[in-house]
C-alpha cells in the first residue's frame, strides 16, 4: 500500500472490492470511509490512515489461517 504524503491524498490503490471484514481489499478502508475520505478533515484521515496497517495484517493474518483449513 503506498503512503499518502499528505492526508488529503487517496491510499486507493484502484484493487476495489469489500473483504468479509467489511474493508476494500486494496486500502483497507470501510464503504463509509472510502465514500466521505473527500469531506473529512485532514486529523480525520490521518486517523484512519494509521488504522490501515493493523486492519492489512489482521486481513492476512486470517486468510492465511483459513488457506491452511481448505
Not at 1 to 9: D, F, I, K
Not at 28 to 37: G, N, P, Y
Amino acid at each position: 500500500m503506498r503512503e499518502p504524503n499528505h492526508p488529503s491524498l487517496s491510499p486507493c490503490i484502484s484493487l476495489c472490492g469489500l473483504n468479509s471484514d467489511g474493508f476494500c481489499r486494496g486500502c483497507f478502508r470501510t464503504m463509509e470511509e472510502i465514500s466521505q475520505w473527500r469531506h473529512l478533515a485532514d486529523a480525520d484521515k490521518r486517523h484512519i490512515l494509521k488504522q490501515l496497517p493493523t486492519r492489512q495484517v489482521a486481513t492476512s493474518t486470517w486468510v492465511k489461517a483459513n488457506q491452511q483449513h481448505e
